[in-house]
């Protein structure tokens, strides 16, 4: 049986950063920067867009400064300009950014474990799973329904792709951490009416 696909959406992880080197959380939009080590992710996987040959119609990206300037990277291997959702900012870590996690696991140890299996858990103001998924699917819908037969990049944060899958896949909230996404990374899904496919994840070249 053919299915007739709705849009094909491949997100792009952002390169590394001081913060994600040091596995700090960090929901600030004007800093950091990409790394050196961010920048050389971001060369190898542009690279391999090119050479699998990935098309697209419009490249969206969040409006943190990491994630924009690996748009710029993007947007000039397509020769292509690209368009800032403001909506798509990373989770919510309230009083929690700038933590590491074994930092949080000696300040809020139950409350960090609550955290990561209670989906419906907020934490120093932080943003539940359930809130960020649901937040999450929200906007991709809207982008889905704006690229009806187009084939679409969206340059983000390793959260928000993890919930991207969860909606896509109707994967519990609970689990939205056993998600794996690093930085420099690509994942695709194709999505439907009423259903979505997972084509790959996480892919990071060598």
Sequence with gaps: MYFQRKCKITFICHGATIHSEEGRLSDAGNYPPLSELGIEEMENLTKYLKNRGVKNDSIYTSPSIRTVQSAM????????????????TPRKFGKLNGLTVSQLLDKYPEGYTSLLNNPHTTLQDTESSTELIDRVNKIIENLVEKNIGNRIIIVTHPEIIQAAICA??????????????????????????????????DYTPL
């Design 168 to 201: 896509a896949l109707k994967i519990p909230a609970k689990n939205l951490s056993n998600i794996f996404i690093r930085t420099g990374s690509a994942t695709q899904i194709s999505y439907f009416d009423n259903w979505a496919s997972l084509v790959y994840s």
């Design 73 to 88: 990277m993007v947007g000039k291997l397509f020769k292509q300009e690209y368009i800032v959702v403001e909506e798509l």
